[in-house]
T-cell receptor
Framework: NAGVTQTPKFQVLKTGQSMTLQCAQDMNHNSMYWYRQDPGMGLRLIYYSASEGTTDKGEVPNGYNVSRLNKREFSLRLESAAPSQTSVYFC?????????????????FGPGTRLTVT | QQQVKQSPQSLIVQKGGISIINCAYENTAFDYFPWYQQFPGKGPALLIAIRPDVSEKKEGRFTISFNKSAKQFSLHIMDSQPGDSATYFCAASKGYTGTASKLTFGTGTRLQVTL
């Protein structure tokens, strides 16, 4: 049971390049999230997917797109990377109340992707 | 606009001492207040959480104190150990929207426990 996995672990991009960050969970969770973590700013929600087939914007969606490929996988795409997108990106997942009545609020995080845009 | 304010930014505590981290929130619709612990190079992991219908929750050496009228909550780590050295984030959620629980995080506190 790997939990939440993310690839790649590290990535360096040049300004204007594109890339996709991959996330997968094996906990049969319905909801998945993408956050970015910057020094002194905590974690900020980029996009989330309440269930397969739905996605919604979070606090800082500009410059990003997401795809909920299936129940397990949720990818984050940077179409034209900018230095301001240098950050550590975390994917997380959580259960549905019907699946876990007592701890459906808990989010399980992956190990992160450290992205540098030069 | 920061909806959850966390202090201090960093904290140094001697082994065996009490570590205290404070958070304040603005949105009275928040109804779930977790604390996450993050070690270097790892993702955050849930440490302990509280709902606003109780004023305190204790799990081992970790206690959340919650003051609804002041819109504040705090994490107390008793008998702090070097293994507790990590970054701690408070967070708040407005409850379950559809099928997703969106968390708003504080800015984090880096705790160092010295020998």
């Amino acid at each position: 049971n790997a939990g939440v996995t993310q690839t790649p672990k590290f990535q360096v991009l040049k300004t204007g390049q594109s890339m996709t960050l991959q996330c997968a969970q094996d906990m049969n969770h319905n909801s998945m999230y993408w956050y970015r973590q910057d020094p002194g700013m905590g974690l900020r929600l980029i996009y989330y997917s309440a269930s397969e087939g739905t996605t919604d914007k979070g606090e800082v969606p500009n410059g990003y797109n997401v795809s909920r490929l299936n129940k397990r996988e949720f990818s984050l795409r940077l179409e034209s990377a900018a230095p301001s997108q240098t950050s550590v990106y975390f994917c997380a997942s959580s259960a549905h109340p019907g699946d876990s009545p007592t701890n459906f609020y808990e989010q399980y995080f992956g190990p992160g992707t450290r992205l540098t845009v030069t | 606009q920061q909806q959850v304010k966390q202090s201090p930014q960093s904290l140094i505590v001697q082994k065996g001492g009490i570590s205290i981290i404070n958070c304040a929130y603005e949105n009275t619709a928040f109804d779930y207040f977790p604390w996450y612990q993050q070690f270097p190079g790892k993702g955050p992991a849930l440490l302990i959480a509280i709902r606003p219908d109780v004023s305190e929750k204790k799990e081992g050496r970790f206690t959340i104190s919650f003051n609804k009228s002041a819109k504040q909550f705090s994490l107390h780590i008793m008998d702090s150990q070097p293994g507790d050295s990590a970054t701690y984030f408070c967070a708040a959620s407005k409850g379950y929207t559809g099928t997703a629980s969106k968390l708003t995080f504080g800015t984090g506190t880096r705790l160092q426990v010295t020998l």
